[in-house]
């Protein structure tokens, strides 16, 4: 159902004609049976849900079903490589590889390595991503929650803790990330505006700054209380804003013109 109504909307926003999607679903096959889908494959990657349990289970099997030379890759954005790697006979073929959501419209693609990932893994891994039309970066040690996750943790830390403090509302900040810092990430990441400013200048606001910025490990017990109360956000129909199916639409499409424009501009 979602890989069609994906379909539909990209043939909305122009992206792909109706021909090319409907060749779409004849291209994936699926199987109930582990050993026929990797028996003879040279890349699997491996998507279930973040349980480490399950997924050592998993890179067990492969290791022990797929070819000696097919390199196991893993799309947890939470999970140590090494505990991955630590399962198998092949750690220097054992990587991660982060899709950025959605995937059929961010190109970003995180891959993690580590001392024990061999350089013609990441290659390959790198190469294929690339040719397929993604963006890959190669992050070189474990650090937990790869990289755009951390820089988008540490942004919606500062925002709840500005909404639960009584600064601003949840629309406030958003309003505020769209119309302006927002704007500028899309086309220059914060190395690149900040090279603009100059560095001396940062270094004299992020001296008077940071010491107020919110820096607690602890998830603010406000979030925990909405979980609570079964306000999801657009799954439950309540979050910080109320939620119809139309709505939820108007978002969805509107991001995915927001990307289609900026993939047309690079």
Known sequence: ???HRNLRMLIGIGLVTPEQADAVPTKIHTTAVLRNAVEDVDLVIESVYEDLALK???FRELDRLCPQHTILVSGTSTLPLSELQSVTDRPDRVLL???SNPPYMVPLV?????ERTSDETVTTVYDLLAKIGKRPVVIQREVPGFVANRLQGALLREALWLVQKGVVTPRDVDTIVKTSIGRRWSVAGPFE???LA???LVLAAASHLLPYLESSPEVPPFLREKVERGELGVKTG????????ESTEVLRRRIALAFARAQSME
Do not use: H, L
């Open 97 to 99: 590889a982060n899709y």
């Open 238 to 245: 309540k979050g910080f804003y109320e939620w119809t199916p």
């Open 198 to 200: 100059g560095w001396d």
């Open 110 to 114: 995180e891959i993690m390595r580590n």
């Open 1 to 3: 159902m979602n890989i």
């Open 193 to 195: 505006v900040f090279e």
């Open 56 to 58: 050592q289970r998993i």
